[in-house]
């Protein structure tokens, strides 16, 4: 009987090609992630796509979020978004990190909740409202999965896993966006 034999993971793919023996274990770069400088030209696979559900405007002195950590300093269009942690979106780039609305950045205000987040919507066009689209990672302006790692003192490989169940997933075919649209437009 072959004893099969298999040392390399992601890093050691792109470091030490010698090492490869009979298999290699890809992990973070079947996400597109390099996890060392030598993998360069991966692109990130993974895409996290929500819909805005309740949009209102905030006067100064309103508060946003558990313990109502965010205050606002002037009116802001805030837009409530159905992810939280127990999604696997993590709480700790509360007040921190962006995530892409309408095609403008908007911030993450307030503590991300167990199941919902809001971000500030002021400097976004007024056009946006309740069911527009909202990027957390793999958008133009919003953060990274390697953004939010950073961000929270991780890694990138755990935010990527770190996406719950309940999270419905669409798996693509030849790169088509198809089964995205429909998902989203019919979800």
Not at 139 to 160: C, F, H, M, N, Q
Request: aromatic share 8%; proline share 5%.
């Amino acid at each position: 009987q072959k004893i099969v034999r298999h040392a390399a993971n992601t890093a050691c793919i792109f470091r030490y090609p010698q090492a490869h023996a009979d298999m290699v274990r890809g992990g973070i770069a079947l996400y597109g992630y390099p996890p060392v400088p030598e993998a360069e030209g991966l692109m990130p696979a993974m895409r996290w796509v929500t819909r805005g559900v309740f949009v209102k405007t905030i006067q100064p002195g309103d508060r946003v979020s558990y313990g109502g950590v965010f205050e606002a300093k002037r009116p802001t269009v805030v837009m409530t978004l159905p992810v939280g942690y127990a999604d696997g979106y993590r709480r700790g780039i509360s007040g921190k990190g962006c995530v892409l609305v309408s095609g403008n950045r908007a911030s993450i205000i307030g503590r991300v909740c167990m199941d919902q987040m809001m971000v500030d919507l002021s400097a976004v066009p007024d056009t946006v409202q309740e069911g527009d689209e909202a990027i957390l990672w793999g958008g133009t302006v919003s953060d990274s999965a390697e953004d939010i790692a950073r961000k929270t003192d991780t890694i990138t490989y755990e935010v990527l896993c770190g996406v719950s169940r309940r999270v419905p997933r669409v798996y693509l075919e030849h790169g088509t966006t198809a089964a995205v649209e429909d998902w989203i437009l019919n979800d």
